[in-house]
Each structure stands twice: as C-alpha cells, then as structure tokens.
C-alpha cells in the first residue's frame, strides 16, 4: 500500500511542477495543460485549486 502512495505523490508533485513553473510576469510555457490533460489554473484565477 505505501508504494501506491508514493507513486501517487509524485505524480501530483509532477503535475503542480508543470503548471507553476514561472510567474505571470515571466512565465513563457507553451501549454496550459499537464501531461494527464489536466487543464492548469489561469493566473487570473484568483480562488486556490485543491491538489487531491
């Protein structure tokens, strides 16, 4: 069972990697969605978006 935590954690751990990367000033990503098709959360958007 612990090893399906583990694999779980760093999925989630790759998937905010791929939206947070850089800030809304400086940020030049070319995608607004994460491998999984996980759209990521507008820097617009001012509410926090759970990570379950």
Known sequence: MSSDV???FFVLAEYIRE???GTKDNY???RSWTKSNITCQAWSDN???EHT
């Open 19 to 21: 939206c947070i990367s």
């Open 28 to 30: 030049r990503g070319r």
């Open 47 to 49: 509410n926090i978006n």
């Open 6 to 8: 583990s694999c779980t």
